[in-house]
């Protein structure tokens, strides 16, 4: 309790709750706790977000220098794009290189019986594009993949720049046009898709709350009837609660949701936490609300992770699907780089 009353007093999330409700007609609703499913909609584990790499250049910076090629691959995304040069009789192994003719190339390991599938089907030749996570050798040279997912794709189709960061799905973004944010105040920054700027909102200088952060109409780009909304706020541990407080993360988070939600208990806090692949950690919290006496329910979906000095907070409210899901995770995927 004296964290909580700490915060309340150094700063009200009142008006943080008005503007959730209000700051879009479609959302003066009731609330409700209906979430049982401990289902995570904003999670980078599944989402993964994958950077373009051509085989022979990844292949070229593990010979070059394989300390640095390691510190810039290993354990992380990459969709890879190459030609088969072999392949082993069960199907849970391809090679990939520049060309079918290359002395080297990038092992591709599988356990997932659609991606052996595929693999089969595949020639000697063929491009493809790989979706995975690499990891090297510990002795020697070699580079080699865990498969996500394998495309096929036409011989003459060009590997993208390595700013192009892709979904499974096929959509992507350039990362060299994401809009780069800061939270007043603070050192803390972010980066949106291009297209999410047309729907942005300041809350603090649009006069929607006191809070520091950013609302954006996500249905808004599309011309959707339902709300879809992400919030980025930012909140300073320094100015929230004293010195002996400020570790306590998952009290901060208990008390921030208290105070958005309005209320005394909180069930299945965290509801779960998820490491992304990209270093970071959220902690998950879920509630639905309802209108027009429960016609139409709205979910949400709250992701705490920490940075340096402050906690981020990424709100997400939605109804039946998560639509813009993809620009969301593009957002939490690069919030924090300067």
Not at 43 to 57: H, L
Request: proline content about 3%.
């Amino acid at each position: 309790m004296k964290l909580i009353n700490g915060i309340r007093k150094k700063r009200t999330m009142t008006a943080f709750v008005a503007l959730i409700i209000c700051a879009n007609p479609f959302l003066c609703a009731g609330w409700t706790n209906w979430f049982s499913k401990p289902v995570v909609i904003m999670d980078p584990t599944e989402r993964v977000i994958y950077q373009s790499a051509d085989a022979k250049d990844i292949i070229n910076d593990f010979q070059k220098d394989k300390n640095k090629a390691e510190e810039k691959y290993d354990n992380n995304r990459y969709v890879i794009y190459g030609v088969v040069s072999s392949k082993n009789i069960t199907n849970k192994i391809i090679y990939i290189s520049g060309t079918k003719d290359d002395k080297d190339s990038i092992a591709c390991e599988t356990m997932n019986d659609d991606n052996s599938e595929t693999i089969k089907n595949l020639s000697v030749g063929d491009r493809v594009k790989v979706f995975g996570n690499i990891f090297s050798d510990f002795l020697g040279s070699g580079v080699n993949v865990y498969i996500d997912s394998i495309v096929k794709i036409e011989k003459n189709a060009p590997t993208p720049a390595d700013t192009i960061y892709s979904f499974k799905n096929g959509s992507f973004e350039d990362r060299t046009r994401m809009k780069k944010r800061k939270i007043e105040g603070s050192d803390f920054s972010f980066y949106i898709p291009h297209e999410m700027e047309a729907v942005e909102h300041d809350i603090a200088r649009e006069g929607l709350g006191t809070l520091n952060g950013y609302q954006y109409r996500l249905n808004e780009l599309d011309k959707k009837a339902n709300a879809e909304q992400l919030f980025v706020c930012y909140f300073d541990k320094e100015t929230m609660v004293g010195p002996n407080d400020r570790k306590d993360n998952k009290a901060i988070e208990e008390a921030m949701i208290r105070d958005i939600w309005k209320k005394d208990d909180i069930e299945k806090f965290p509801l779960t936490t998820r490491k992304a692949y990209y270093g970071k950690e959220y902690t998950y919290y879920q509630d639905t609300f309802e209108k027009d006496l429960g016609i139409d329910i709205y979910q949400t979906e709250l992701a705490f992770t920490e940075e340096e000095n402050g906690i981020i907070l990424f709100l997400y409210i939605y109804k039946d699907k998560p639509l813009n899901i993809n620009d969301v995770m593009l957002t939490m995927r690069f919030a924090g780089e300067k």
